[in-house]
């Protein structure tokens, strides 16, 4: 295998098939011993967490699936923390981070009320879900852009933009029904998707540490909310 990115908590490599391998770590982001889905370089390791992250991943891609929603997940081997995934071309330049994110806020909350909290209060309920896109760059403070801005800019065109905004908003809703039968609220998460064979498709991972999610007004811990997802 050709060892193709490094990343912080995955390393992705080509596979002899034409399709690509990413290997999940122990290595979480974080500051100061302390895990931080939010930070940008690596703090700590936890064992373990890279393959309770893919279980849970797996748990998502398959629910999809059954959904008819296409992704770029093929299969998985949990026990050597790999999964096996379609190539997919990544929207926008990889700077600081790279590429384009997807979040769909469920509730106003975190940078949504920074941004607008004139207009309406923390854990208000958004009826249907509100999606927005930030670039992932790091030194601009990951700037929003809209599904207009994305087809200017040439990343996509409209109908890739239409496509992308009806995933995320249906693969939201079958997360959310999920951790709802465990009795949990997803109030916000994020997405990556990417261009495979002309379609525009789910990529990397779903995972803990992309979610926002409560119990009652608590919110859960990333990793507590792994073994929560896994261990049902």
């Not at 330049?93 to 941004?115: D, H, M, N, W």
Request: glycine share 12%; proline share 3%.
């Amino acid at each position: 295998m050709k060892l193709i990115y490094k990343g912080k908590t995955k390393d992705v490599y080509a596979l002899d098939n034409g399709n690509v391998m990413l290997k999940f770590k122990d290595d979480c982001t974080g500051k100061d011993g302390v895990f931080d889905p939010g930070e940008n370089s690596v703090g700590l390791t936890i064992d373990g967490i890279g393959k309770a992250n893919l279980i849970s991943s797996i748990h998502y891609f398959e629910l999809c699936k059954k959904a008819g929603i296409k992704t770029h997940y093929v299969s998985a081997d949990v026990e050597n923390a790999t999964m096996e995934v379609l190539p997919a071309e990544c929207f926008g330049k990889p700077q600081g981070g790279g590429g384009l994110e997807v979040i769909c806020r469920l509730v106003a909350t975190g940078s949504f009320i920074r941004r607008y909290g004139e207009y309406i209060k923390d854990g208000t309920p958004l009826p249907g879900g509100y999606v927005e896109c930030t670039f992932k760059n790091d030194a601009k403070g990951d700037p929003l852009v809209t599904g207009e801005g994305l087809v200017a800019l040439g990343i996509m065109t409209a109908e890739m933009f239409e496509s992308l905004k009806a995933q995320t908003l249906a693969i939201a809703k079958i997360v959310a029904d999920d951790l709802k039968s465990i009795g949990l609220d997803l109030w916000d998460i994020k997405f990556e998707f990417g261009y495979h064979n002309g379609e525009v498709v789910l990529i990397d991972e779903i995972a803990s540490g992309n979610m926002r999610v409560y119990k009652g007004d608590t919110i859960v811990d990333p990793v507590e909310l792994t073994k929560l997802i896994n261990n049902r």
